[in-house]
């Protein structure tokens, strides 16, 4: 059942059991995998994204719960799933495609780093939640940077150019408007919440390169870039910051190729409401510049989520292949994404999309895929085909033996810090430091001064008094003496008596 020209979805349940196909040459066009959560929509992201690897075609999916990392391993299909193939006509050969583990914290992959530079003001402003006039500020410390030749690599570099921007605000602001130290010190805390996160790993260098994502193996698969996501999903602005970063990455540094015969690069985007969830006009309407012009440079964006209600209608109104589970509509606001859904399929008179939306099974989805010509075929009912891939995730021992045999094992792994912006600065304040004057004395110094002095004139009054006081008991002890000498002299006479008293006084003064 497989076929060159395109992925493999499934069978159509009509009267002909057409297979759907997704192009290849179509891929380019976007689309959307959505439906509850356990109606099978991870499984079909493993189908196509081993088909676009099978196809020479590299790809970048999120795992935001483990699961997708099977697709590392041979399957080891269960009669139910042999079962549904010979249904298919399909021949289930168990194998794996070839796999590149990443990870944003560096646990369960090779680390994926980017510079604060290239993240740039906007995304930065919303990953740290800014409001207009601190984002405006944001901006002015990119300006300033930019001007001095000072790199912004990670969060060192960006604290450290804020304190720069606050001890020269006067001047700054002169140029470039005002700079509030209240505004700095804000943008401050915010990043220290961030860095918090675990964000601080994720800033430096060796920064990511895209053309380490984009590669196929010797045998001509393209590699599948599995980034773990369970842990980053803890954090949402980060997860969906870097995603729409990488794809901003990829529209910047590509050139145009039109429409290719199939993608240059597949960009899976799991749990796609993260990235519009309170995100402002400015940023939802750099989502829909990237997604409507990224398909020029030959690269396909798939938004996985729940429901199509999830995805602004501009944005959706860019996703030509669709494969949709089943929806549950229990609340309005279900019943109103289930409509919305429903409305977006291209008719089938054979059945009702709505009903049909809430009656598929496991592994089954309505399917509205582009055909040659770029227009949304019909809306069949298909059974999803199996994959030939784990259905499950991979051990940690496997895991491990995959990441140390990966094409990039040693590039990232460790971590790099040249000198930058921090750097630079900190050694400015240094060397102004030493050639500056010393400061004039403060009130206190001046009174520890005096102080001392006072504390110096009152020592050496107390020698005196210790002096005079040894020289009056010296002068008593003389009188002593001679009080003693007395009586001698006149029974003894004065000759002996005198002798006496001299040896008593030499005795007395060499004391």
Do not use: C
């Amino acid at each position: 059942m497989a076929d060159p020209t395109g992925a493999f979805v499934g069978q159509a349940q009509n009267a002909d059991k057409s297979p759907e196909l997704l192009l290849y040459g179509r891929a380019n066009r976007h689309g959307v995998v959505a439906g509850a959560t356990g109606t099978g929509k991870t499984i079909t992201l493993q189908i196509l994204a081993q088909a676009f690897s099978d196809a020479g075609v590299p790809v970048f999916a999120a795992d935001v719960k483990g699961d997708l990392s099977g697709i590392a391993m041979p399957g080891q299909p269960n009669d139910k799933l042999l079962a549904r193939a010979q249904t298919l006509g399909l021949d289930l050969q168990p194998a794996a495609a070839p796999v590149v583990f990443w990870d944003l914290f560096g646990q369960k992959g090779h680390p994926i780093r980017a510079t604060i530079s290239e993240m740039g003001p906007l995304l930065l402003a919303r990953m740290l939640d800014l409001n207009d006039v601190q984002e405006g500020v944001l901006n002015i410390a990119f300006s300033v940077a930019d001007k001095e030749g000072l790199l912004l690599l990670d969060l060192a570099d960006l604290r450290a150019m804020l304190k720069y921007l606050s001890d020269n605000s006067k001047e700054i602001g002169a140029t470039y408007g005002q700079v509030s130290p209240t505004t700095i010190a804000t943008i401050q805390r915010n990043l220290l919440a961030l860095e918090n996160q675990g964000a601080a790993q994720f800033f430096g260098e060796p920064a990511l390169r895209l053309e380490d994502m984009m590669r196929t193996n010797i045998a001509g698969k393209g590699y599948v870039n599995v980034l773990a996501a369970d842990q980053l999903m803890q954090t949402p602005k980060l997860y969906s910051t870097f995603l729409l970063w990488l794809m901003s990455e990829l529209f910047e540094q590509l050139p145009e190729v039109g429409d290719p015969d199939k993608p240059r690069l597949v960009f899976f985007f799991d749990e796609a409401h993260l990235l519009f969830d309170e995100a402002s006009k400015a940023l939802q309407d750099k989502i829909e510049q990237v997604v409507r012009l990224i398909r020029s440079k030959g690269v396909g964006i798939y938004f996985v989520t729940q429901n199509p209600a999830d995805v602004p209608d501009d944005v959706l109104g860019q996703l030509g292949n669709r494969v949709q589970h089943a929806l549950r509509a229990y609340t309005p606001a279900e019943q109103k994404g289930l409509k919305s859904a429903a409305a977006s399929f291209r008719a089938n008179p054979a059945f009702d999309t709505m009903e049909a939306l809430q009656q598929l099974g496991v592994g089954e989805a309505l399917v509205s895929l582009l055909d040659a010509k770029g227009a949304p075929t019909v809306t069949e009912r298909t059974l999803i085909r199996p994959p030939a891939s784990r259905m499950g995730p991979v051990t940690d021992a496997e895991r491990a033996q995959i990441i140390a045999a990966s094409p990039v094992a040693g590039v990232y792994d460790k971590a790099v810090d040249r000198e930058s912006a921090f750097e630079v600065l900190s050694g400015r304040l240094a060397a102004a430091a030493a050639s500056a004057p010393p400061p004039p004395p403060t009130a206190e110094d001046k009174a520890a001064q005096r102080a001392a002095v006072q504390a110096e004139k009152d020592a050496e009054r107390q020698r005196l008094a210790d002096e005079k006081a040894k020289q009056k008991a010296q002068a008593e002890m003389v009188k002593n003496v001679e009080r003693v000498a007395v009586p001698i002299i006149r029974s003894v006479g004065i000759a002996i008596a005198g002798s006496l008293v001299r040896g008593l006084l030499g005795n007395t003064r060499r004391r």
